[in-house]
RNA sequence: GACCCCUUCGUCUAGUCAGGUCAGGACACCGGGUUUUCAUCCCGGCAACACGGGUUCGAAUCCCGUAGGGGUCACCA
């Protein structure tokens, strides 16, 4: 039998890191095995849904490296694929457990109800309902009234987890819990057992804080005589100090890291390594994951959000980029910074490929290469201690022997550069650091002969000869 | 409060199911080397089995208990 997975994220806000964690659990364990990945949009929140969520969800995904077989924008022969657009369809099923005796009317008042659990808070037990209408048989002309599910009594309810092994829940604990409101809709965890029923899903795999709803929807599937599905609950990502991961710790939105100038391959990288292992294996590819991954690795704690680790897996990314394609990556970025970048681009992102976590550093740290000389960014510290009085002339005449280089590369700049020294019997040092703070204003920065090359000969030149004028006269 | 889940270096984890290597790797951190910058890269170091009982020749691993953390308790999904 296909293995049948899917994804229901609300499109009540942007795609959280934790949704994008269990988005790729689900893909990665149906691409494992041959399976169908499939999206049900859950909008029946009408107050909170919104089209563009939805948008920017799929987006998101899709920007990840997450594909799916059926759902919205898919199509497929289980749809449709938004709750919204699947209302009437749940109805049947609750008439038949009400003419099957598995469910049953109740006209227990918001107020009474309020009672029954303040009451049963006060004694310190579970909050549940007490059962009121249950034997009432109350018929369809009872005035306003809800649903309820007729929950067995006694008994435990097992649930076979994939992550978390068998979990078992007294049946006493659950209450008769509403599958139908007074205004006639099905509640979640009603109509996600009908969806998944009829989307033929094998496998629910989904996070943590769903664990203790699976009882509940394992007795529906049975009171509906309905195969259950295998179950899996991951872990959710928690926060630096344990709690659970929100704003505070840092980004929690799969775009923010998009917009922070993370790749797509290292977040995915990233987001299936936490709280997932297999043997050594750190930095790996998407496919390299398929392979490797299966619900056995996946560990039953909760993991914290490391950053330092995200940044680390981000720069190994980027460093094996091939550099065109990297350079493809930084133009949104550089436009953002507002820079425009010329035909010296790809040249000038080889320069500092390895030198940044994220394409917004590598921007930032190229962004001397584009900007008009007026424009530079000068570190004070870095003029005062390598652009000193006796440095000007030398600036001026290391320019004008590399104005005559036989040709504008690394090893003939580099050829020049260590003949002018040996000339004049001076170190390198002498030369390297002042070259660097006229070309880039700064003390750190991409090697000499590569940026000098990158730069370009008229630029070389030019801010060469600039920094020599920066430099203190002589006398003082 | 009740129920459920969880607990190995600061962090992510291997090892646990089939008890027996100085408890392994990675990030971070510290030190050294390469690069006359920075980054990369290489070498080295620091650092953990939550606690208490048991079972056993031997326990991170099996059993019991305790503590701590997290999650869930809606006519929301």
């Given amino acids: 039998m296909t293995m049948r997975l899917r994804f229901a994220p609300s499109p009540t806000g942007y795609l959280h890191i934790g949704g994008a964690r269990t988005a790729l659990h689900n893909w990665l364990l149906t691409r494992k095995n041959g399976g169908v990945f499939l999206l049900r949009i859950e909008d029946t929140d009408r107050k909170r849904s919104k089209p563009e969520f939805e948008e920017q969800i799929l987006r998101d995904m899709t920007w990840l490296g997450l594909d799916w077989d059926e759902g919205p924008s898919k199509g497929g022969d289980y749809g449709p694929y938004r709750q919204t657009e699947r209302q009437g369809r749940y109805t049947q099923y609750i008439e038949r457990m009400l003419a099957e005796g598995t469910a049953y009317r109740c006209t227990c008042s918001k107020e009474r109800l309020t009672a029954v659990r303040e009451a049963a808070q006060a004694k310190g037990d579970k909050p549940k309902y007490d059962g009121h209408c249950r034997d009432l048989n109350l018929g369809p002309d009872c005035g306003e009234h809800v649903v309820r599910f007729k929950a067995p009594l006694t008994g435990q309810t097992v ?33 996600v057992v009908v969806d998944d029923h009829e989307m033929g899903v094998t496998h629910v795999v989904r996070g943590d804080d769903h664990l203790n709803n699976t009882p509940k929807q394992q007795m529906l599937y049975e009171a509906l005589g309905l195969p259950v599905p295998q179950f899996g609950h991951l872990p959710i990502i928690l926060g ?43 930095h790996f590819t998407a496919d390299e994951a398929v392979a490797a991954f299966g619900l056995d690795g996946v560990a039953k704690a909760g993991a914290k959000w490391d950053m330092d680790k995200l940044s680390w897996l981000n720069q190994q990314w980027i460093m094996g980029l091939d550099t065109a394609d990297l350079a493809q990556r930084c133009l949104p970025h550089y436009a953002e910074a507002g820079i425009e970048p010329d035909e010296r681009l790809e040249a000038v992102v080889a320069t500092v490929q390895a030198r940044a976590k994220t394409l917004v550093d590598l921007v930032a740290a190229s962004a001397f290469y584009f900007a008009a000389d007026a424009d530079l960014e000068w570190d004070d510290k870095a003029v005062k201690k390598f652009l000193k009085p006796a440095t000007g002339p030398l600036l001026r005449e290391l320019a004008d022997a590399l104005e005559g280089a036989p040709e504008w590369s690394e090893s003939a700049l580099e050829a020049v550069v260590k003949d002018f020294c040996t000339a004049r019997e001076i170190g390198l040092g002498k030369v390297a650091q002042p070259i660097r703070v006229s070309m880039t204003g700064q003390k750190a920065g991409p090697g000499l002969y590569e940026m000098l090359v990158a730069a370009g000969k008229p630029m070389a030149l030019r801010r060469m000869r600039g920094g020599a004028d920066r430099c203190p006269p002589a006398d003082g």
Avoid at 168 to 179: Q, S
Avoid at 262 to 268: D, I
């Fill in 159 to 191: 649930v076979a987890d994939l992550v978390k092994g068998d979990v078992a829940f007294n049946n006493e604990e659950l209450d008769d819990f509403i599958i139908q409101r007074s205004d006639g809709t099905p509640t979640y965890n009603f109509v």
């Fill in 240 to 282: 630096n100090d344990g709690g659970k991961m929100s704003k505070r710790h840092g980004d929690t939105s799969v775009g923010a890291y998009r917009d922070k100038g993370f790749v797509p391959e290292a977040l995915f990288n990233y987001l299936t390594r936490l709280g997932w292992a297999c043997g050594d294996m750190e």
